[in-house]
């Protein structure tokens, strides 16, 4: 994931697709919900130290059973 990729609607969508709410990344990357919704709607750029975890997190090699 490029520094392109942290766009809200492409984060939003990984998100998404890794089966995870914005509570369940939050807690993940020891954050708020208020931060990831943040993210999500572009009012704000995750850090590079954020930026990192959320590639460890939304790699999409990744699977989460529900």
Not at 16 to 33: C, F, I, R
């Amino acid at each position: 994931m490029s520094q392109d990729e942290f766009t809200g609607a492409s984060l939003k969508q990984k998100r998404e697709t890794m089966l995870l709410s914005q509570k369940d990344l939050a807690d993940l990357l020891k954050v708020s919900v208020t931060t990831v919704s943040n993210w999500e709607t572009g009012k704000k750029k995750p850090t590079l130290q954020h930026q990192r975890y959320l590639k460890a997190v939304l790699d999409p090699r990744r699977q989460r059973a529900k």
